[in-house]
């Protein structure tokens, strides 16, 4: 991932403390997963040799990392200090040691138990916590940076779904695993470091909206589901689009008619302050008055940005109102099973000046040549 500027980091440190501070988290410990390079710049290896950062509420941050693992790491003294331990050290009892007197302390919910259980057993009086209760309000507020990074992603998605709708990616005779790995190819060409999933659901295969791409061969006549994205720079792109090949029979065009309606709707919907199942109800509405409500069978979204799925999920139950700077993908879909399958799918990021889609590729369901 591409490292931001260190005053970037510096203020983000800055903003979890008030959040430790106003939730009486004593110390934050991150190993894996996300919220250590959101913090830090650094991607932790995710092998047996223990790296933590360890945030007290007051005072510096430390970062345990192993010695041979340090020449990794770009060394910020205003975010953290470094601390190597050496293949003889026992990285858990220096662990216990710097926490200190820590009495609540966070952990990122990606580091690993047998880190975690036997820190828990130098500790038995600590209390523990999650660290996506001081996280979560900074990670899910996309800064000017990362909302960029985002917009970049989804671009170059969108360049990938102008492929698929000019024809240039085939279809026909090749299976759904072929195209898929085709799709994913394109993604990295158009400047993705990393493919994420590449669904490619042909026909009767499109009524399962998580299927895996398979042996499948695509034939003419039928509906083709794409949804894939990648990792740029650290961020996520995903986007869904639909072509059909050959001439579209009338059930299949009146149903994405109201998909399409129910996907700006949902789009549309995403003003600040609305609950997040206000985005879901706006476009579960149009899919539910035209009849095919038992059909749309998921959520509306998801949260997006380091990772594929994150907060804020746009479903029935979630209120939490939209802020500036949230990003979530907006995905009706109608299944029906034994039959075909479609979804449209954007990513939007909310503004003070409405919702702020980052995905233009054509929402139609393009034909393509047989
Ligand atoms: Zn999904
Ligand atoms: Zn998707
Ligand atoms: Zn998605």
Redesign the pocket.
Same mark, same amino acid.
């Given at each position: 991932m591409k490292l931001a500027a260190e005053s970037v980091y510096v203020d983000r440190l800055a903003r979890v403390r008030k959040e430790m501070s106003a939730r009486g988290v004593d110390s934050l410990i991150l190993s894996v997963g996300h919220d250590l390079p959101y913090l830090t710049g650094y991607q932790a290896m995710p092998l047996e040799r223990l790296t933590l950062l360890v945030v007290p509420r007051e005072g510096d941050a430390t970062m345990l990392i192993p010695r041979l693992e340090a020449p990794r790491v770009v060394e910020m003294p205003s975010v953290f200090s470094l601390l190597p331990w050496n293949e003889t050290d026992d990285p858990i009892a220096i662990a216990h040691r710097v926490l200190g007197s820590a009495t609540t302390v966070a952990v990122g919910d990606r580091m690993w138990s047998r880190f975690l259980v036997d820190l828990i057993a130098h500790r038995p009086s600590t209390v523990w916590a999650r660290s996506v209760t001081v996280m979560e309000p900074l990670r899910s507020r996309k800064d000017a940076a990362e909302i960029a990074v985002l917009a970049a992603a989804g671009a170059a998605a969108d360049r990938v779904a102008a492929q698929l709708h000019s024809g240039e990616i085939r279809l026909v005779g090749r299976t759904e695993a072929d195209v898929s790995a085709d799709i994913g190819a394109r993604l990295i060409a158009e400047g993705h470091d990393k493919v994420n999933f590449a669904i490619v659901a042909a026909g009767e295969n499109a009524a399962s909206p998580h299927h895996h791409a398979g042996s499948r061969v695509i034939r003419g006549g039928e509906i083709v589901l794409c +949804?894939f &994205?990648g990792t740029m720079d650290g961020y996520c792109s +995903?986007?869904?689009r639909c072509v059909h090949i050959g001439e579209v029979p009338a059930d299949i065009a009146e149903a994405y008619a109201v998909l399409h309606e129910a996907q700006s709707a949902g789009v549309r919907a995403g003003t600040i302050g609305t609950p997040c199942e206000g985005v879901d109800a706006a476009a579960r509405s149009v899919i539910d008055a035209a009849g095919y409500g038992e059909w749309f069978v998921h959520r509306t &979204? @998801?949260g997006?940005g380091m990772e /594929? @799925?994150e907060d804020p999920y746009m479903v029935r139950g979630n209120a939490t109102p939209i802020e500036p700077g949230h990003a979530y993908?907006v /995905?009706p879909g109608i299944y029906i099973p034994g039959k075909w399958g479609m979804r449209l /799918?954007d990513?939007v990021v909310a503004t003070t000046d409405g919702p702020r889609a980052l995905n233009a590729a054509n929402h139609d369901l393009v034909v393509v040549a047989g």
């Amino acid at each position: 991932m591409k490292l931001a500027a260190e005053s970037v980091y510096v203020d983000r440190l800055a903003r979890v403390r008030k959040e430790m501070s106003a939730r009486g988290v004593d110390s934050l410990i991150l190993s894996v997963g996300h919220d250590l390079p959101y913090l830090t710049g650094y991607q932790a290896m995710p092998l047996e040799r223990l790296t933590l950062l360890v945030v007290p509420r007051e005072g510096d941050a430390t970062m345990l990392i192993p010695r041979l693992e340090a020449p990794r790491v770009v060394e910020m003294p205003s975010v953290f200090s470094l601390l190597p331990w050496n293949e003889t050290d026992d990285p858990i009892a220096i662990a216990h040691r710097v926490l200190g007197s820590a009495t609540t302390v966070a952990v990122g919910d990606r580091m690993w138990s047998r880190f975690l259980v036997d820190l828990i057993a130098h500790r038995p009086s600590t209390v523990w916590a999650r660290s996506v209760t001081v996280m979560e309000p900074l990670r899910s507020r996309k800064d000017a940076a990362e909302i960029a990074v985002l917009a970049a992603a989804g671009a170059a998605a969108d360049r990938v779904a102008a492929q698929l709708h000019s024809g240039e990616i085939r279809l026909v005779g090749r299976t759904e695993a072929d195209v898929s790995a085709d799709i994913g190819a394109r993604l990295i060409a158009e400047g993705h470091d990393k493919v994420n999933f590449a669904i490619v659901a042909a026909g009767e295969n499109a009524a399962s909206p998580h299927h895996h791409a398979g042996s499948r061969v695509i034939r003419g006549g039928e509906i083709v589901l794409c +949804d894939f &994205g990648g990792t740029m720079d650290g961020y996520c792109s +995903d986007i869904t689009r639909c072509v059909h090949i050959g001439e579209v029979p009338a059930d299949i065009a009146e149903a994405y008619a109201v998909l399409h309606e129910a996907q700006s709707a949902g789009v549309r919907a995403g003003t600040i302050g609305t609950p997040c199942e206000g985005v879901d109800a706006a476009a579960r509405s149009v899919i539910d008055a035209a009849g095919y409500g038992e059909w749309f069978v998921h959520r509306t &979204g @998801h949260g997006i940005g380091m990772e /594929e @799925h994150e907060d804020p999920y746009m479903v029935r139950g979630n209120a939490t109102p939209i802020e500036p700077g949230h990003a979530y993908s907006v /995905e009706p879909g109608i299944y029906i099973p034994g039959k075909w399958g479609m979804r449209l /799918e954007d990513i939007v990021v909310a503004t003070t000046d409405g919702p702020r889609a980052l995905n233009a590729a054509n929402h139609d369901l393009v034909v393509v040549a047989g």
